[in-house]
DNA sequence: CCATCATATGCCCATAACGGCATACGTCAA
DNA sequence: TTGACGTATGCCGTTATGGGCATATGATGG
């Protein structure tokens, strides 16, 4: 088996940077393929294949506005993500003293070396 | 080109649900390799090799204990993403009147089809 | 030194990822 | 209808992924 569907969760869509740069644009509003590729500096099939991985996990929505089809953000697909990584809070204030617990037990594990 | 290597960042590292199975293990503490693969139902070398790509991004740290090698958390990699995904938050509750908005547009589009 | 336990690596496979490119599709205007 | 614009899709090639398996490497105790 290869690395799961990239649709298949919220997780492995914003594993990739060019779709979170497009999720940060969104944040300032609506807008069509063309334009997001634009400013991303990347082809339009590209943006287009971006965004369709991003609809399908929910983060984005899309409407049809004459020609074009603007993309918006729908961001309560991220909530989860916050809230799995927000149970790690506590440790990434301790992992100081942790760090430096096991910086003194490598200096004694070489001592007895 | 193909997608990052995962080991290069922490939103790459934490996209596989196994490794952040690993990663709430470790929340209880420090555990030999052996043990986190039979706790999750993986083979020894499947852990080693999750475990080889959270230490890479910094996400997880060892020290020998004996024959051992004891792996503990080192949360302070996940700071960034809570952040990034926070940067959000405003959306995910904004999200359902916009979807109303949405959803009302759609339905004006339709009866002018 | 040797046997044993713990862990890491290497190799292979099947799969899916991203990007580029051409092109199909959809929508509007004349 | 035709043409022009905006967008999505399909196909290809390269690359990384994750799992299975065998085996190398490491550390310990006798």
Redesign the interface.
């Known amino acids: 088996m290869a ?2 569907a990239t649709t298949s ?1 919220v ?2 869509a ?4 060019q779709r ?1 740069e497009i ?2 644009l969104l ?1 300032a509003g609506e807008r069509p393929v063309t334009e997001l590729a634009q400013e991303l500096g990347m082809t339009q099939p590209g943006a287009s294949k971006h965004l369709r991985v991003l609809r399908e996990v929910g983060l984005v ?1 899309d ?2 506005a004459g020609k074009q089809r603007l993309y ?8 989860p ?2 809230e ?6 506590r ?2 204030n ?2 100081f003293d ?2 430096d617990a ?1 910086v003194q ?2 200096k004694q ?1 070489r001592l007895e070396e």
Chains 1, 2 share one sequence.
């Open positions: 690395r799961a969760d997780f492995n914003i594993a990739e940077p979170r999720l940060v944040r929505r409407r049809k918006g953000l729908d961001a309560r697909g991220l909530r993500v916050h799995w990584v927000g149970g790690f809070e440790f990434w301790e992992s942790r760090l096991y037990d490598l594990t």
